[in-house]
């Protein structure tokens, strides 16, 4: 009874520096994943093209990035860039998870976009649309609802993998439980009150998704 | 007499699928105001020959003349060649995150650069012509496979294209439901289009096309008025198809 009321003691005491922390994975997370949307999207495309050469450097980054941990990736992004070009530690960290996530939402985009029925781009050229057009007006935006699910698990992924900058010494939420059990010698009530936020932030996350996977599923 | 414009002239069409051969030499003249109606059982290479016309497949070799212009695609944008030649196909391929007006003017706008404005006003009155004044907002997947074949026609249409290819439009549907697109079809007919038309529907064909061809693996086998072609075939294989269709 009385660890639990040391649990809650720890929690409430430790709201304003965890929001902190919150705040920083939150930013993190948010910032790193709509860059990944930006190199799934690339990358998915170039897989898709019918340039072997592009296929080959999609192929290559895949294969990079399900073939090292992520906590390699971001340390040998975070030395490489803060080192070598100076960049601050957030951008280094956000590098570090957007290349990751990126390789995903990759396979993500194209099996989304490889799913939809050939006769709707066949029906855009028939009607005069370039293949970009068609690509652009009619394939992606069918392929990003279909996509939704999976992307929304990626991101509640990507969320939690954004623990692993605390290694680059970065105070996001687990930085900042890590930190605080180091000072207490305090370890356990810190790593329950970090995951209880991590489980709120899904527990969010995922309502939302489902939300928005209704209201796509309302206009099909 | 007057001569009616040629619209499309084929010449020595040859098309292949890795070792099967799916047309052989085919000769092919449609010319303006023509309903031309290509029978034929399944496998015979019709809709691969309709596919040509537009470009949706690229012949191996021979000739494809467009309104007295030869295309190639080395040297044609074919997009453009596209525009010219509108498709309604069997399983109508609307864009389902598009509402009904929504694909009737999407080519118009993006492709020809339409004012929206004036492109709505336009696939409007489309698609009240095709009897579907009530469903301009409507998505698709709320529609019947009739009426979403009437809003294919409609989007096709909407280019305003100097032939229309239809590829077995009426396949897809229930049988409730043929008779709608094919008065959609005959109306179309009747304003003078230019149309080619892949189809089982004999009847379609009897009382509509201009002219009859039957495909038989990859040739034209007989080409003819439906008169001739329906009441007094030449060739056995024309007889034998028709006695088992009709």
Known sequence: MGKILHFFDVFINSIDIFVEGLWITLKLSVVSLLIAIVIGLFFAILKISNIKVLKWIADAYIWLVRGTPLVVQIFILFYGLTDILLIPMFWAGVAGLAFHSGAYIAEIIRGAIQSIDKGQAEAARSLGMTKGLSMRRIILPQAFRRAVPALGNQFIIGIKDSSLVSFIGMQELFGVASTMGSNTFDFLPYYITVAVYYLLIVLVLTFAVNKLEKRLAASD | ?246
């Open chain 2, 1 to 246: 007499m007057n001569e009616k414009r040629e619209m499309i002239r084929v010449e020595k069409l040859n098309k292949s699928f890795g070792d099967l051969h799916v047309l052989k030499d085919i000769d092919l003249e449609v010319k303006e105001s023509d309903v031309v109606v290509l029978i034929g059982a399944s496998g015979s290479g019709k809709s691969t020959l309709l596919r040509c016309l537009n470009f949706l497949e690229i012949k191996d070799n021979g000739t494809v003349i467009l309104e007295g212009e030869k295309i190639e695609k080395e040297t044609h944008n074919l997009n453009k060649v596209r525009e010219k030649v509108g498709m309604v196909f069997q399983h109508f391929n609307l864009f389902p995150h598009k509402t009904v007006l929504g694909n009737v003017i999407e080519a118009p706008t993006q492709v020809k650069g339409v004012e929206k404005k004036k492109a709505i006003e336009e696939g409007k009155s489309l698609l009240d012509k095709v009897g579907l004044s009530d469903k301009y907002d409507v998505y698709p997947s709320k529609l019947s496979g009739g009426q979403k074949q009437r809003v294919a026609i409609a989007r096709a249409l909407a280019m305003k294209p100097d032939v229309m290819l239809f590829d077995e439009p009426t396949s897809a549907l229930d049988p409730e439901l043929v008779g709608e697109v094919l008065l959609t079809m005959k109306e179309l007919a009747k304003e003078g289009m230019t149309m080619v038309v892949v189809t089982h529907e004999m009847g379609f064909a009897k009382e509509v096309a201009d002219w009859v061809v039957y495909m038989h693996d990859g040739k034209i086998v007989e080409y003819g008025h439906p008169s001739e072609m329906f009441e007094n075939p030449k060739e056995e294989r024309t007889k034998a198809f028709l006695n088992s269709v009709l």
